[in-house]
């Protein structure tokens, strides 16, 4: 599985360059990292493809969007952002919105939307949606959005950077939370490896059931499309991009399937500016 958060040590440097260099010449797809034990791809096989939004390590693609630059605010003014808030982890997709209607409907505290995207293409990671879309949505529901670039893999020190922006101009941040559903070794992963965002990891949405999901999403009366199929999969072969995500959807997919797609089996937009 590949993993798009782990950033390199000076003391690896060369070391990962001379197995990147031998994977490339060996025409393969990926490596594996020598301390994190995890696949990364090669800018061989990255480079016979379109830009994941990972910010992969070697990302063949020229930066377009924020190459170099930090975090910023892509919907909102600091000046006017709240003194405490929750943070939500925002793809564009289905559970971070349903993750988005629990903390309005409980009404804790202010919520700022935070979405990671790569920083050559501009595109959300799996989600397959560029940063655009997200902009749009937080213009929607007039939310502020702050938007961190990732480039290199430095995933987590790249959040962290961004959270110390908010905190910067005096804004204090409660908890961040995640739209996660079912998915343990996720959630592991975040307990683990995102202690440096300095507060309370908070999962909404966790372990509710589908049925109730999905009624909720009918009662928000919006559109939901498929913005990512995972086409390797034989079992998709029938779902398109575009296709409206709902209980018709869910009805024709194949019992291997997971109803939200949990496994990656696809991903969605929701589009909240129609």
């Known amino acids: 599985m590949k993993e798009c958060s782990y950033s390199i040590s000076d003391d690896l440097q060369y070391d990962i360059e001379e ?87 409980a009404a804790v505290r202010p919520v700022i939307l935070l979405t990671t995207f790569d920083a050559a293409s501009g595109i959300v990671a799996h ?52 739209g996660d559903l079912h998915l343990r070794h996720v959630r592991n992963w975040r307990e683990t490896e995102l202690h440096s965002l300095k507060a309370e990891l908070f999962y909404p949405v966790w372990g509710v059931k589908y049925e109730s999901l999905m009624q909720e999403l009918e009662e928000a009366n919006v559109t939901i499309r498929i913005s990512a199929v995972d086409h390797d999969n034989p079992s998709l072969r029938h779902v398109k991009i575009g296709d409206n995500f709902g209980p018709g959807f869910v009805e024709k997919l194949p019992h291997q399937v997971d109803p939200f797609g949990e496994n990656g089996e696809f991903h969605t937009l929701v589009e909240l500016w129609r």
């Open 19 to 105: 197995i990147h260099l031998a994977a490339c010449k060996a025409k393969k797809s990926h490596y594996v990292d020598p301390k994190s034990k995890l696949m990364v791809f090669t800018s061989f096989y990255l480079s016979k493809r379109k830009c994941c939004g990972c910010g992969c390590r070697h990302c063949p693609y020229k930066p377009r969007y924020f190459p170099h630059q930090p975090s910023r605010l892509l919907n909102g003014n600091f000046d006017d952002l709240p003194d405490s808030v929750d943070i939500l982890f925002w793809s564009g997709g289905k559970d971070s919105y349903l993750a988005f209607r629990a903390l309005q409907r």
């Open 127 to 178: 989600q397959e949606v560029s940063i655009d879309d997200i902009i749009r949505q937080a213009k929607s529901v007039n939310v502020p959005l702050l938007g961190v670039p990732i480039a290199g893999g430095a995933y987590v020190r790249l959040v962290s950077a961004g959270l110390d922006r908010l905190r910067d101009h005096g804004i204090n941040i409660v908890r961040v939370a995640f």
